[in-house]
């Protein structure tokens, strides 16, 4: 079975960093796309950032260039996202998902980590 476990959530000041972490495990493929959704409390749940396992590429949200990062340590099957320049809209609750090569759909979620940004 495969498990994804978020961590490393918080509260922060408006304009800080944090660094979110997503470890596999199960039966994974480093090929597989692993991604972040966030969902804001009374918002539909939202795309962040991806990671395509087969050429390492991330793509983003458009809204959320360039203050979010998201890269992997493969051999460890970790996604990582950094977040800096936080806003207080960016308060949410972050979830890990992984997509296996092939498949549209993303199939496999994790427990989520909560995030608040204070202004």
């Known amino acids: 079975q495969v498990q994804l476990s978020e961590s490393g959530g918080g509260l922060v000041q408006a304009g800080r960093s944090l660094r979110l972490s997503c470890a596999a495990s199960?039966?994974?493929?480093?090929?597989?796309?692993m991604a972040w959704f966030r969902q804001a409390p009374g918002k539909e749940r939202e795309f962040v950032a991806a990671?395509?396992?087969?050429?390492?590429?991330?793509y983003y949200a458009d809204s959320l260039k360039g203050r979010f990062t998201c890269s992997r340590d493969s051999a460890k099957m970790t996604l990582y996202l950094q977040m800096d320049r936080l806003k207080p809209e960016d308060t949410a609750l972050y979830y890990c998902?992984?997509?296996?090569?092939?498949?549209?759909?993303?199939?496999?979620w994790g427990q989520g980590t909560q995030v608040t940004v204070s202004s």
């Open positions: 998902a992984v997509r296996p090569v092939g498949w549209t759909e993303y199939t496999y």
């Open positions: 199960g039966p994974t493929d480093r090929l597989w796309t």
């Open positions: 990671l395509r396992g087969t050429d390492d590429i991330a």
